[in-house]
């Protein structure tokens, strides 16, 4: 999962038993520390909440507002290539 610039708005209702098998699934977290459009306090506390839950979370945070940067591209390139490994691995070991 990519998150950039967001954040879990269901927080409260959201339980650990309701993430099951979810919890496997790595999430990359992003966030700018200008964000003027939601503001980077809600990004970072979900973060830290998803990580409660049992779940795998990357958290990066730039020097940006609402937007994108060439730094997060390339954080985003590397984690994607990361996860892409870890798949291939699996296969080769499962198969």
Do not use: N
Request: charged residues 20%.
């Amino acid at each position: 999962i990519l998150a950039l610039s967001t954040y879990l708005p269901l927080a409260d209702t959201t339980r650990a038993a309701d993430i099951g098998h979810s919890r496997d699934t790595p999430i990359f977290m992003a966030h700018g520390l200008q964000d003027p459009v939601v503001p980077y306090t809600l990004g970072r506390q979900s973060a830290a909440y998803l990580q409660q839950l049992g779940c795998t979370v990357s958290w990066h945070e730039y020097a940006m507002p609402h937007s994108v940067c060439m730094e997060e591209i390339r954080d985003i390139k590397r984690w994607l290539a990361q996860q892409m490994a870890a798949v291939e691995h699996s296969e080769k070991s499962s198969g």
